[in-house]
């Protein structure tokens, strides 16, 4: 793999503050055949992979979706991503992780995570985003006056313009007649997902969706089959389990991570799942 540009990785535990925007990775890669950049967690980030070339495949959160040159798709936190070029015609694109701390922005962002969870919905186009994340590598790469100023600038155009695109073509998540209950085990699902990292008690979901939480629980219940604890746990130990397989991480970070309330705790729930403790897995 030819890697260029590639911003010092250590911005992902320290990110860099641009404005209210906090910059975590920038970069651009000339993918050989059959490359694989494996699969990797986006904790607290957002990240967009901008196609300048060749063809292959984007995996969010295990479900594959095909690009092509001129194709920008978006990756949430939270999201397990992966990306594997095409043998005949490898894959070239330009990367961005960001956040931010703007309320208006950080509002935004969230609706369309909640609007588009699933993965083919996260592909779009948009020349202006290609154009400022071109320019922010070269900038990188620099040491022009105002480089800062700059910078900061571009990264809030490319939320502007980011917003703005999927305002502008939202996707429908669902086909068919999807019932109310049905929508609304959905959404909690999608938002349990998506904040498993931040999510500190399923409570919360009370607020978010303007329920009670016994009444979300049972529609969960009839609906699914399941509790909406059991999903829960299901989906943070399946999490805890891609972050050991990618290896970036200890044991204890992972289970303070996920908001377990002690190692033991984490290692108990873990073991319980899938018959061997956190640590003896990784």
Known sequence: MDIRYHIDKNHISHPLRFGSFFFFQI????????????????????????????????????????VKRGDIHLSFPGDFHAIVADRNDPLKFDFYSFNTEDPAYAAELENIMQ????????????????????NAIAEFDGKGEYREKLLASSFEQIAIYLIRDFKQNSPAQRKGDATRAEELCYQMMNYIDTHI??????????????????????????????????????RRLETARLLLDEGCLSVTKIAELLNYSSIYAFSKAFKEKYGVSPKRYQ
């Not at 059959?34 to 959160?61: A, K, M, R, W």
């Not at 629980?217 to 829960?232: G, M, N, Q, R, V």
């Open 27 to 66: 970069g651009r890669m000339h993918c050989a055949e059959e490359t694989v950049v494996p699969t990797h967690s986006h904790v607290n980030l957002f990240e967009l992979t901008v196609v300048t070339g060749g063809l292959g495949q984007i995996f969010t959160n295990g479900a594959p979706v095909p």
């Open 115 to 134: 609007r588009c969870a699933k993965a083919e919905a996260r592909v779009f186009r948009d020349e202006n985003i290609r154009r400022l994340v071109e």
């Open 197 to 234: 990292y931040s999510l500190a008690k399923l409570e919360e979901l009370a607020e978010i969706f303007g329920y009670t939480y016994s009444y979300l629980s049972e529609i969960f219940k009839k609906t699914t089959s399941s509790t909406l604890l059991e999903y829960y746990r299901s």
